[in-house]
């Protein structure tokens, strides 16, 4: 049980070696609760697992991408994925997929393979979104874009593999990046100057800090420094964070353009 997160088919467990009765004992007992007829879970198990059993889907999308570690929106929807055709009762607050998977689903499988889970939030997600977890996965080593490109993937998530790259150290970033192309500015990223990579860099000296949640304290205080050295070479800087990029886009993109309208982002 624990090697399935707690949650087990019952006739994988007797594949095992483990009796019915044995299985009937554990549930007895209070070891094992009954799921549905073929599921039992741990009282520890994960809710969220114990409820895909219950309905018989699997956690994919955006849900699935959280549970891998990967940058993600926040979101108010649970999503699951079912075959085509399977009756499955939509909840509140949840969002089935009905789609055929890419990679064939384990019967015993309460979480879709990575590449599903791609290949759903492409579909599924605005595109800056997606962007930032095809990204996020890159990045952390979880998938390999050759695998990707061998696969037999829909048009949206074939354009956001063409996109995506792993130089980004956060969805942020990648949003930022993806806006900025979208208005014809070219972006360099992760770019070593003054002994420590900036985020961006338009033209030459003009700098883009994106800030997520853990520049503060000391990291704030080494960026700070960081920042008066650039300033002291010659480059505009300007920092920006999460509810800027997110909440204020229209701001960020204003001060960004009003720069290179002044001139800022060429040496002089």
């Not at 044995?22 to 520890?44: E, F, H, K, P, S």
């Not at 549970?67 to 939509?90: F, I, K, N, T, Y």
């Not at 700098?207 to 304290?217: A, Y």
């Not at 300033?231 to 353009?257: A, C, H, K, N």
């Amino acid at each position: 049980m624990a090697r399935r997160a707690g949650v087990a088919r019952v006739s994988s467990l007797q594949r095992e070696g483990h009796s019915r009765h044995y299985i009937r004992l554990a549930i007895a007992t209070g070891d094992l609760m009954q799921v549905r007829r073929d599921w039992v879970a741990t009282t520890a198990a994960d809710a969220q697992l114990v409820a895909c059993a219950r309905r018989e889907v699997v956690s994919t999308c955006v849900s699935s991408a959280q549970r891998l570690g990967l940058w993600v929106l926040d979101s108010a929807e649970e999503h699951v994925a079912a075959m085509p055709g399977d009756r499955v009762a939509v909840e509140p607050r949840t969002r089935v997929h009905w789609a055929q998977p890419v990679v064939p689903r384990d019967p015993d499988g309460l979480v879709d393979p990575i590449e599903n889970m791609l290949a759903l939030v492409a579909s599924c997600q605005p595109h800056d979104a997606a962007l930032a977890i095809w990204e996020s996965a890159l990045r952390q080593g979880m998938i390999d874009r050759r695998h990707l490109e061998r696969l037999d993937l829909r048009a949206a998530a074939k354009a956001l593999l063409d996109e995506a790259q792993p130089f980004a150290d956060s969805g942020l970033e990648t949003i930022f990046v993806s806006r900025m192309k979208r208005l014809r500015v070219p972006v360099r990223s992760q770019i070593w100057i003054a002994g420590h990579h900036v985020d961006h860099l338009i033209g030459e000296r003009l700098v883009v800090q994106i800030d997520g949640g853990h520049h503060v304290d000391a990291q704030r205080t080494a960026d700070n420094r960081h920042d008066a050295a650039l300033r002291l070479l010659g480059f505009t800087v300007f920092r920006f964070g999460y509810r800027e990029v997110l909440g204020d886009w229209p701001s960020v993109q204003w001060i960004v353009m009003q720069a290179i309208a002044q001139g800022l982002h060429r040496a002089h």
